[in-house]
Every structure is written in C-alpha cells, then in structure tokens.
C-alpha cells in the first residue's frame, strides 16, 4: 500500500490515517516513511490505522497487507497538521486525540517462514540470528541480499515429526550497512523480510515536537544524528548553541558549551517557556558534523480577551469626571498572533485631563491580569510607556508598538522605550525601523549625554541590517 501526502505551508507534526480494505491484514514492521523503516501504527476499534509524522512538505508513507481475496476500491487516507496547540484538517477529519485513543497494534506470531527477525528490526550490531519455521521434511534455501547463507551458520535444528514441522536456527548471519533483505524459499513457497543495519552518523537534524509560546509551556525539539540512509546513529554529547535558555543542566558540565546527550541517535532538547511568539535559532555539533536550524513559536491559536472599565463623577465645587480601562486580547490572525493591552485611567487636574498607564514599570506578581510565567518570574507580555500597548507576530514579521530595547543608529547601549516597531524577520539580528516614540522619554545610556526622544511627528526613525546600517531622520 502506497500513501502519498503533500503539504503546503508549514507544522510540526503530521498524523496520517488509513482504513484497510475489508480482508486485509497490516503486516507489523512492514512500516515506511520514504523507504526508511517507520513505528508501527496505532489502531482504532473500526481497524484504521494511524500513523504520526514529523512535519515534512511531502512523503510516500506505503506498508503491506496480507490477504487471500483479490481487495476492493480502497478508502482514501486522511491528513492533519499540527501548528502549536492549532490542527488543520488537510483530508477527512481525524483529529490528534484519536491517535490517543488508539492503541497498539497488537505483536503476534508473524504469519510466514522466518520468524526472527521481523520485518523492520533496525539493528545496530553487525551479526544477527535467523529462525526459519518450515513444514517438516522440506529443503530450505536461505540468501541474504541474494547471497547464500553458508551451512556453517546454522546453530540449531530441532525436526518436529509429529506436528509436522521444523525450526531452523542460524547464528551470526553478517548484515551489511543499510537495507538488508533475507529471503528462505521451499518448494512449497517462499518468505522474505526486511531489516537495517545502522551505518556512522553523516548528518544533523532537529524536529520541533512542542513549539507554544504561551508563557508556561517548554518549548520541545528532538535531535537526531542520521547515517546515509537516514536512520538515527551514534552515542555522545552534541554541543548546543541557541538564543532561548536551556531548561535542563548540562548532561556534560566538564565541557565547555551546552550538551545534551545523544542515545541511538536521539536527543531531547527542552528549552525555556517563551511568553511572546519568537523565532528560535540553533547551532548544533557532534563528532565534526554541524547543522544550523531555524524554528519560529507561535502562540495560542485560541481567542483569548478580558476587559474591565468604570467610569465616575466626582461632585464638589466642580464637577469632575474620571475613568478607568482594563483589558487584554489574544487572537489568531492571518497565520500569526494579535496581541494587544489596555491598562489606563484618567482624571482632571485643574481641568485638564490625566492619562496614567499601568502598563509601565515591573508587574506585581500577586495582582491583576494580564502576566505570564510563574508568579516568581511574572513579566508583563505587552510593557508600554502609554496606557495601550500591540503586538502582532508570525513567522518572518513582527509590528508592534510597545516597550523594549531601542534601536537608534549611532547610539548603543540604550534602554527600553516605548516605540512603533517593524522587524523583518524578528529576532537578534533583523531588519529593523523604529519610529513613533512616546513622548516624555529621557534615556541617559553613558551618564553624560541626554538624548530625548521626542514626540511622535518629529520621531526619529532608522533602519538597520545586520552586519551595515542605513540611517536617516
């Protein structure tokens, strides 16, 4: 059975359903993602199949069936994709809690002449035992990737008269790096099965598994060392730079760097929550291999809003008027995230109106909403000089007006301010335009010169790239 899948846009994980024809049997092992040996699938109480992927554009997911009829029409599969806590029904509609529910598929006496190894064992030792079960009396011939298997390997023979078999049990059959295929024929028919030896790591990857930029979630990548077959290989520490701070300690603290430790060619790599949608950059090293990744974590695909107002008269020997706002907004848009916060009052001193924003200055981790974190580390995720703060991010772009650190051409070291921000894309080192400050900010970066920002009409704006800059006013 071949299964193929193409994807456009980007995820983090894909979950591929199939129903097998009425009379068809899934052979356990027989799995494969691209012609690499795949998990066996989780099955459902109606017989589908369920397969999870890591994201990729497009594939051949394909596996094999036994049967005795010739097969009807078949169903056709089913694809979902996975962004955050986001799915996108692509085809049908099964959703990622199906794959929970679903169970195992269930390890049976495989239906054949070879009983060990069973079809997709990936091996990473060099010899293996064969055990052939075959009616009683016949002559067996067993090859490996078309080559005999001398008389010499074979260990044990047990003859089983009256139940009319034999068991046939080879030892140290040498495997060869990649795809193996071993193959018994009788004359009363044949078997063959599959398997893979691992070969030395010759490339890096990473698989985001948990990517949500809400503040309290971990964000969870997977690193992988790949032979050329791409199967997962090799044991060690792979050294790992990144621009958000690792949760675990160091599995190698007598080395300099950060590590994570690598078994059977997989490693997990947890880092800090995040609590705005961010890109995150990673370098990574093993045993001379390097790779370069580039993520970007995204937040709730959920609607999210809270708003609170009062507004009053104050009686005297004047009448005056006051307010208060409140709120907070979260909302997907246009494949990314609007965020935007509402903290402001405002009173008459002498007649003329006072707006105050709460939005300035460090959170009060026992008061109000909105933070994020825990109540240790709150930090507010919108801080703004003005009483109202936004905040709109996706993958490759960010625009906002908020507070953080400034970016003027010709001055360094300068603090946060509330400004209108572009970043394409978004990150350390990004195009950036910086414009529309608020009004009533002094910045004193080196203690002996003042540099007012002044107000929004006579804003001074620059654009900066990477290794140049460009300024203007």
């Given at each position: 059975m071949r299964l193929e899948f193409r994807v456009k846009g980007t995820g983090d994980r894909l979950l591929l359903t199939h129903r097998p024809p009425e009379g068809g049997q899934f052979e356990p092992g027989s799995a494969r993602l691209d012609g690499r040996p795949l998990e066996d699938p989780r099955v459902d109480g109606e017989g589908r199949l369920y397969f999870e992927l890591p994201y990729q554009a497009?594939?051949?997911?394909?596996?094999?069936?036994?049967?005795?009829e010739a097969l009807p029409a078949?169903?056709?599969?089913?694809?979902?994709?996975?962004?955050?806590?986001?799915?996108?029904?692509?085809?049908?509609?099964?959703?990622?809690?199906?794959?929970?529910?679903?169970?195992?598929?269930?390890?049976?006496?495989?239906?054949?002449?070879?009983?060990?190894?069973?079809?997709?064992?990936?091996f990473?030792?060099?010899?293996?035992?064969?055990v052939l079960q075959t009616p009683y009396g016949l002559e067996t011939r067993l090859t490996l990737n078309g080559q005999p298997i001398d008389t010499k390997n074979l260990g044990e023979a047990t003859y089983d008269e009256e139940n009319g078999r034999q068991t046939l049990q080879f030892y140290g059959v040498p495997l060869q790096e990649g795809r193996n295929l071993i193959e018994v024929e009788t004359p009363v028919g044949s078997d063959r099965v599959e398997v893979f030896l691992v070969g030395r790591p010759v490339r890096l990857e990473v698989r985001p598994l948990r990517l949500l930029a809400d503040g309290r979630t971990p964000l969870e990548l997977e690193v992988r060392a790949l032979d050329a077959l791409g199967l997962t290989a090799g044991?060690?520490?792979?050294?790992?730079?990144?621009?958000?701070?690792?949760?675990?300690?160091?599995?190698?603290?007598?080395?300099?760097?950060?590590?994570v430790p690598l078994k059977d060619g997989q490693a997990l790599l947890r880092l800090r929550p995040t609590a705005a949608p961010t890109p995150l950059r990673l370098r990574l090293t093993f045993e001379g291999l390097s790779a370069q990744a580039e993520f970007f974590a995204l937040g709730r695909q959920e609607g999210l809003w809270q708003l609170q107002g009062s507004a009053g008269v104050r009686l005297g020997e004047s009448i005056q008027a006051f307010g208060m706002g409140r709120g907070y907004l979260e909302a997907p848009l246009e494949g990314g995230v609007l965020r935007a916060a509402l903290d402001g009052s405002l009173r008459f001193e002498e007649g003329r109106p006072q707006v105050e924003s709460g939005l300035r200055g460090l959170p009060d981790p026992t008061g109000r909403f909105p933070l994020t974190g825990a109540g240790s580390e709150a930090q507010r995720p919108l801080p703004s000089n003005d009483p109202v703060a936004l905040r709109y991010d996706r993958e490759g772009f960010s625009l906002g007006y908020f507070a953080d650190q400034l970016s003027v051409f010709g001055l360094s070291e300068l603090p946060q301010g509330t400004a209108l921000r572009l970043e394409d894309p978004p990150g350390p080192s990004p195009a950036r335009l910086c414009g529309l400050a608020a009004?009533?900010?002094?910045?004193?970066?080196?203690?002996a010169r003042w540099h007012p920002l002044l107000q929004a009409e006579r804003a001074r704006r620059t654009r900066q790239r990477a290794g140049g800059a460009a300024g203007g006013g």
């Open positions: 497009q594939g051949v997911v394909s596996y094999e069936l036994r049967h005795r078949l169903e056709a599969p089913t694809l979902t994709l996975r962004m955050g806590d986001r799915e996108v029904y692509l085809q049908g509609q099964q959703t990622f809690a199906s794959l929970q529910r679903a169970r195992p598929t269930e390890v049976r006496l495989r239906e054949g002449f070879i009983q060990e190894p069973l079809p997709g064992t990936v990473r030792v060099d010899r293996t035992r064969v044991f060690g520490p792979v050294t790992v730079e990144t621009n958000v701070e690792p949760l675990e300690p160091d599995a190698f603290p007598l080395l300099s760097g950060y590590q009004g009533g900010q002094q910045n004193r970066p080196d203690r």
